[in-house]
């Protein structure tokens, strides 16, 4: 297994500056999440500085590494190249990266649509993606990120609210399990406050 300082160097030849930026805040407010929740810390930074791991790979070699993967495609993945780096970032951290733990290989492949009942690393990767300090111009950002140490669920729906607002907004195909992400924790919701 490749330490958090040894991954951290390739990334930061293989990421430009800004993806690589965005990959330190995202593995840091893993990390204060992780503090909040009682999540492993070490899962928490490992899984954070790999979600985008594939994501500056050129879309058509990643579509290339999927098939050496034997990475099965769904349609709407065939569509919107932009979520293919979840799935095969997690296939490089496995192969690459040496990651063993299927907790953290699934929050990696999860982070961009969340999936419903996602594990407790899983919302954290899902949620720190979004409130990283670097993240910039989405609405109600400071709201989502005080939620985010105070209710882990609501923070899940406020976020995929969001993002379903924003892809309906720009007229993007919204992918079924992103779908499904707020539908679940919709639904969730509703019967922890019944
Ligand atoms: O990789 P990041 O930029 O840090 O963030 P991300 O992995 O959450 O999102 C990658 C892109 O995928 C971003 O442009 C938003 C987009 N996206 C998220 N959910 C969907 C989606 N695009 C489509 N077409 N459908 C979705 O459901
Ligand atoms: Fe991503
Ligand atoms: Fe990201």
């Given at each position: 297994m490749k330490s958090l300082i040894e991954i951290e160097k390739i990334l930061e030849e293989t990421l430009t500056t800004e993806r690589f930026r965005h990959t330190l805040g995202v593995m840091y407010t893993a990390a204060a999440l992780a503090m909040k929740y009682g999540a492993n810390l070490n899962e928490a930074m490992l899984a954070g500085l790999l979600h985008d791991c594939a994501?500056?790979?050129?879309?058509?070699?990643?579509k290339n590494l999927c098939k050496k993967y034997h990475i099965l495609l769904t349609e709407s993945e065939e569509k919107n190249p932009s979520l293919i780096h979840a799935k095969l970032g997690s296939y490089l951290a496995k192969d690459i990266y040496e990651v063993v733990n299927d907790d953290v290989l699934h929050a990696i492949s999860y982070h961009t649509t969340g999936r419903p009942s996602m594990s407790l690393l899983e919302k954290i990767?899902?949620?720190?993606?979004?409130?990283e300090p670097g993240r910039k111009d989405i609405s109600n950002l400071t709201f989502i990120r005080k939620l985010a140490f105070e209710n882990i669920d609501q923070t899940i729906l406020k976020i995929s609210e969001n993002v379903l607002q924003y892809l309906e907004s720009t007229n993007t195909v919204i992918d079924n399990m992103t779908k499904k992400t707020y539908e679940f924790y919709k639904q969730e919701l509703k019967k922890e406050g019944e």
């Open positions: 994501k500056c790979i050129p879309k058509n070699e990643q990767v899902y949620i720190a993606d979004y409130i």
